[in-house]
């Protein structure tokens, strides 16, 4: 298996020929998703110790469930579902610490419900082009993370281990 340093330079060598024929409005969404996909929501974050995992610093424990529950190279580490397993754990996590500092900041500063009354969620958003783009980044950037893995394992077993 490949290193995180080797995801890391893979995928960046392969982010320009990727941005080239993108079209402007694209442009931000894409590299958002690529570049996050590429650094912080990895196939490898489920292995703790991970290079992406240590790059969530001191939310780094927010991935500790998710590497107790897949296994390295399981789930997680096919190209779509693996990004959007990961993507909805990090909702649902975000979701979590969102509703615990709503019900800790409403009991603490009565007033404060009116800064949350103004946040609200609208399901007219995964329509829009920029949440669409970030997605095909996120999901490529998973891809060309897998084919490494495999590129990387299949010249691994060609060259035989010398034996001192």
């Known amino acids: 298996m490949a290193s995180g340093r080797t995801h890391d330079i893979v995928n960046l060598v392969a982010f320009p020929p990727l941005v080239y024929y993108l079209k402007p409005v694209d442009f931000i969404?894409?590299?958002?998703?690529?570049?996050?996909?590429?650094?912080?929501?990895?196939p490898d974050n489920d292995l703790y110790?991970?290079?992406p995992s240590k790059r969530w610093k001191f939310l780094r424990f927010i991935w500790k469930p998710y590497s107790k529950f897949f296994s390295h190279r399981g789930v997680?580490?096919?190209p779509i579902v693996?990004?959007?397993?990961?993507?909805l754990y990090f909702v649902l996590v975000f979701i979590l610490f969102y509703t615990l500092i709503y019900f800790i900041s409403?009991?603490?500063?009565?007033?404060?419900s009116n800064f949350f009354r103004g946040?609200?969620?609208?399901?007219?958003?995964f329509k829009h082009p920029f949440f669409v783009s970030?997605?095909?980044?996120?999901f490529?950037?998973?891809?060309i993370h897998v084919i490494t893995d495999m590129v990387y394992s299949f010249f691994k077993r060609l060259i035989p281990r010398r034996i001192f």
């Open 29 to 42: 969404g894409f590299s958002a998703g690529y570049l996050f996909g590429t650094f912080f929501l990895s």
């Open 49 to 51: 110790h991970s290079l």
């Open 76 to 78: 997680s580490h096919l």
């Open 82 to 87: 693996g990004s959007l397993l990961r993507l």
């Open 106 to 112: 409403v009991k603490l500063f009565p007033e404060s």
């Open 119 to 125: 946040i609200s969620f609208n399901p007219d958003m």
């Open 134 to 138: 970030f997605l095909i980044g996120l």
């Open 140 to 143: 490529l950037s998973e891809i």
